[in-house]
Every structure is written in structure tokens, then in C-alpha cells.
């Protein structure tokens, strides 16, 4: 595969190779984004947004903290995998994922007291 292929994977997953390409982003990232939730320390009352969740490592333990989670990821198919396995807590208005960008949050202003984002400022 080109590495310029490879690049757009990486910053925006799409299709068949964007699945493979965030379980990879999982792995490599794992113990990153294990550090980040732990020292973000989320309860069942915080209101948590993990910017370019991309595989979505972070987003079991948040979950599971019983906080409420939202997501904003570029990558569409990436979204909805994460509406897809989380699809109880979204239902349960406990998790909100969507596509868009860093630069327009397509959330409202002061929504969350607790933000997260690895691997995420070179894209």
C-alpha cells in the first residue's frame, strides 16, 4: 500500500481498510489512551467528549465509568461502529457519537466538564 494511502487511512478512515486501520489505531494507542481515562478519572456524573475517538479504545471504559460520553470523529465509519457497539448507551441517552471536526464541535458550547484526545494533533 502507498504511505500516502496509508496517511489518508490514518487521519480519516473509510470502508473495509478504515475498520482495519482503526483496530490497528487500537492497539498502537492502547496503553495511551489507558493513561488518559485513568487520569481522567470519569464518574457517573460527568459529561466526558473524547475528540477523534477514531477506534474507539477509550470509549469502553468511559462507558463503563456510567458517565455520559459523546465522540466527534472525522471518519464516518468510524462513528458508526462506535453508534453500532455502543448502541445500548447511545439508546439509553448515556453516549452521543458524531462526525465533524475539532474546529466547528457539533455540540453545544460548555457541554462537557471533561475532554480527551490522543494521537490526535498531527491529523
Known sequence: ????FIARQLAHP???FG???GLLMNRHSARMNAFAVEELAPGPTDRVLE?????GVALHP????????AGVDRSSTMVK??????????AASRADFRQG???AL???AASFGKVLTVNTVYF
Do not use: H, K, N, W
Request: proline fraction near 5%; aromatic fraction near 10%; hydrophobic fraction near 50%.
Open 106 to 108: 457539533p455540540f453545544e
Open 81 to 90: 461502529r462506535a453508534q453500532s457497539i455502543y448502541a445500548t448507551a447511545v
Open 19 to 21: 475498520r482495519v486501520i
Open 101 to 103: 471536526s475539532v474546529e
Open 62 to 69: 468511559l462507558v463503563q465509568s456510567g458517565a455520559f460520553v
Open 1 to 4: 500500500m502507498a504511505p500516502r
Open 14 to 16: 473509510t470502508g473495509v
Open 51 to 55: 475528540i477523534g475517538f477514531g477506534g
